[in-house]
């Protein structure tokens, strides 16, 4: 079974996670390859950039560059401007045309955030952010699509990014851009499936901490999870009622975000870890110092280790 197969499962957004499956890794998601001809436009936009909680989705759309007239008329938009009902409707409208539509997403698991930003040295969010970006467009290239145009939505140095993903592939007009997602139905298109993707991801969160049935650590729900911003009061509310001292929170948290390495320094207990690696040195140098005790002060004095060095 593939990567985006395991994770679509019979849930009723084929993007997110099934019923009853936990969040436990990254995983992509791609929808039938269309069929008509190319030369094809593809779209760029992301959704949970910001909050600590959850995965954060990068989504891309495409279609031909003969089909752009037929798009503007679909009534794709930055996913932030449009209900959620919209935005579920759209949705379908993406997934109603094959011959002509495709989209893929990249949810990148709140583990895989937090790992990334936690290692040294740390991968940060811009540099995971345009792994997921590079990646969903290799898959699409991979799959015999013609790309001859791509649009980015994106932050900061845009003409320096843009400047990048034209290098790493040759023959493709890059446009990025902030606010793409209005300016271009195609990233809006992208921007739909991103922020669809991510609610279902959100609204259906299945605790795998809540099934460890040789080991109950908890029993968290996301009854009041809030909008998963750090400024939202009732989001910063569920992060402290959630809070175990011990066993701190559960996986849908972001652990590399400030709000929550503060919060567990107020109110989980420290643990001091120390790996095999270091266990053995910290043994073989008490097993030194030991041995160093018993040597006379002469031998210590002439480094004499045995009697052959006399």
Known sequence: MSESEAAAGPSAIPSAPGPSTPLRESY???????????????????????????????????????????LNELGFADSKTLTAETRSGLLDTLSSDPANLGWSVRVISPQAISAGMLRRPPTNLNQQSQDATILLIQEVLKKGIELTEVYVDALGNTATYQAYLSSCFPGINFTVESKADDKFKIVGAASVAAKVTRDACIEGWVFEENIDTEGQKGTWDAEGL?????????????????????????????????????????????????????????????????????????????????????
């Not at 929808?31 to 954060?56: F, H, M, N, Q, W």
């Not at 011990?246 to 390495?261: A, E, M, N, Q, Y």
């Not at 030194?288 to 004095?301: H, I, L, W, Y």
Request: include cysteine.
């Open 226 to 310: 809030g909008s998963g911003y750090p400024s939202d009061p009732k989001t910063k509310e569920w992060l402290r009622n959630s809070t175990e001292p011990v066993f701190g929170l559960p996986k849908i948290v972001r652990f590399s975000w400030s709000t929550v390495k503060v919060l567990l320094e107020k109110e989980a207990k420290a643990v001091e870890w120390i790996d095999e690696g270091q266990k053995s040195l910290i043994q073989a140098f008490e097993s030194a110092k030991g041995r160093e005790k018993d040597r006379s002060a002469v031998t210590k004095d002439l480094s004499l280790k045995s009697v052959g060095m006399l």
């Open 28 to 70: 992509t998601y791609h929808s039938p390859k269309p069929t008509a001809d190319g030369p094809y436009i593809l779209g760029v936009d992301e959704a949970g950039r910001g909050p600590v909680l959850g995965p954060l989705v990068y989504g891309v759309a495409y279609c031909p560059v003969a089909y752009k007239d037929q």
